[in-house]
């Protein structure tokens, strides 16, 4: 399972500049990348989205996830992703402690959510990002998000 966090796109852009980015053909992907794409789009015309690729094992997230990561690096959108673990020993809302710690290397995330009243949910998320004081580890599993 991943999680994209994303920004805008234009429907003509789909067929012709998508695919010319993206490393190699997907085999048997018509669809998935194209539907990133209107994501990306969405984004891009201040609608940004969240999407959640979620399958078995080796059937293609992580691909799918570095290219829409491209894909929207090329246009100048921040996109962060976080892979599930696929143990039980995983912290709680793993996949959202990566996207955060991603996202505040190039992203003002700090004063992002110090605008919107956020800091307080986002900080048990991910401590290291909102400079957090050492704490109960177990407060993480109770946050309100």
């Known amino acids: ?74 246009r100048g959108v921040a996109a962060a992703w976080g892979p599930a673990a696929e143990s039980s020993g995983a912290p709680p809302y793993w996949p959202w402690r990566q996207v955060l710690r991603a996202m505040s290397a190039g992203v003002g995330i700090v004063e992002i959510a110090d605008e919107l009243g956020l800091t307080a949910d986002l900080v048990r998320l991910a401590p290291d990002v909102f400079d957090a004081p050492a704490g109960d580890p177990g407060e993480i599993g109770r946050a309100h998000v």
């Open 1 to 74: 399972m991943s999680l994209f966090l994303l920004g805008p796109v234009h429907a003509g852009y789909v067929a012709e500049e998508a695919w010319s980015l993206m490393r190699a053909e997907l085999v048997g992907r018509e669809q998935e990348p194209a539907a990133l794409v209107e994501h990306l789009e969405s984004a891009l015309a201040a609608h940004p989205r969240v999407v959640l690729c979620r399958g078995e094992p080796g059937i293609g997230k992580t691909r799918m996830a570095e290219e829409l990561t491209g894909l929207a690096a090329a």
